[in-house]
């Protein structure tokens, strides 16, 4: 009897160490490019998967690698700049799967947002401009300087400080920055609230198609929890065509993470879910990053894709 109750026992806890591994905190900033994994958790993907997934909102991109690998999440939805960057200074992080990638949509949601009272006529009127960025050296604003070099512009002429995504209106009204740079669909809240205008589309003159955010986890967990990857990939690739197809279940889920109302979010299309990330993908940001001198030595881009 006692050695069956031993063996009860020990499944017991086996089965508890089991579900407790496949319980994953996933992080985000407010923005659709995880809308695969908010679609995953709200139509049960995650669920059927044998995963239970709860997602977490971060203030600021830049600082999702350090919720990584102090175990506040497991995988987190960071920027291809910001990964790279954090990369390169030395955290031990890998890519597990696509979440967004750039298109002519999603460009065109992209903007330089400008208070009333500024007066942006063209790319060097931002010179002397304060300027707040959903995270220094991520994907907005490394766009953002790319821009401004292509135009000939010196973006050190600019003064960028970091200002979230959900606190941009406000910022904007109380005349604490000249201009975000944003995307939908905040550029259409502010816009209606008569905050102010939009000064460049500078993502749709730059007309790219790479990654914009990725799912990432630390290494060391990856590789301890092989398949937990392999059911959360399988689940980012069954939500993936819903985001892309099913405007409905799409901008519910989006609402709902984000806190913004339904009829904002439907206002525009989400950006589009790629759930596969190939390595040359981000060959294009670490030429971008490197000659804006944010990467101190040559990424490896085959070790830090996870396989």
């Given at each position: 009897m006692k050695t069956l109750a031993g063996v009860a026992l020990a499944a017991t806890l086996f089965a508890g160490a089991a579900?407790?591994?496949?319980?994953?905190?996933?992080?985000?900033?407010?923005?659709?490019?995880?809308?695969?994994?908010?679609?995953?958790?709200d139509e049960g993907i995650f669920k059927k998967h044998g995963l239970d997934v709860e997602m977490t909102l971060i203030g600021i991109n830049s600082n999702i690698p350090a919720a990584i690998l102090s175990g506040?999440?497991?995988?987190?939805?960071?920027?291809?700049?910001?990964?790279?960057?954090a990369v390169d200074g030395g955290l031990d992080l890998v890519a597990v799967a696509g979440a967004s990638v750039m298109n002519a949509n999603s460009n065109a949601n992209i903007t330089a947002f400008v208070r009333n009272g500024i007066t942006i006529k063209e790319p060097k009127d931002f010179v002397g401009k304060k300027v707040g960025a959903p995270g220094l050296g991520a994907f907005l604003h490394v766009l953002f300087v790319k821009w401004l070099v292509e135009k000939g512009v010196d973006p050190k002429g600019v003064n960028f400080v970091e200002v979230t995504f959900p606190t941009m209106a406000d910022i904007i009204k109380s005349g604490g920055v000249?201009?975000?740079?944003?995307?939908?669909?905040?550029?259409?809240?502010?816009?209606?609230?008569?905050?102010?205008?939009?000064?460049?589309?500078?993502?749709?003159?730059?007309?790219?198609?790479?990654?914009?955010?990725?799912?990432?986890?630390?290494?060391?967990w990856a590789e301890k929890n092989p398949d937990v990857i392999r059911k959360f990939r399988a689940a980012i690739a069954e939500a993936a065509p819903i985001v892309n197809d099913d405007r409905e279940k799409s901008a519910?889920?989006?609402?709902?993470?984000?806190?913004?109302?339904?009829?904002?979010v439907k206002a525009s299309a989400p950006n589009k879910s790629e759930p596969v990330l190939k390595a040359?993908?981000?060959?294009?940001?670490?030429?971008?990053?490197?000659?804006?001198?944010?990467?101190?030595?040559?990424?490896?881009?085959?070790?830090?894709?996870?396989?």
């Open positions: 579900q407790a591994q496949n319980k994953l905190q996933v992080g985000c900033t407010a923005t659709t490019d995880c809308a695969s994994a908010m679609v995953a958790v506040s999440i497991q995988i987190g939805g960071p920027t291809s700049t910001v990964f790279l960057q000249d201009a975000v740079l944003t995307a939908e669909p905040f550029v259409t809240r502010m816009t209606n609230a008569g905050l102010g205008s939009i000064g460049a589309r500078y993502a749709a003159e730059l007309n790219r198609t790479e990654p914009i955010i990725f799912y990432a986890a630390s290494r060391d519910a889920s989006i609402a709902k993470f984000t806190k913004q109302s339904i009829e904002l040359e993908q981000l060959a294009w940001w670490i030429d971008i990053m490197a000659s804006q001198k944010m990467l101190q030595s040559k990424v490896d881009l085959n070790k830090v894709m996870l396989k």
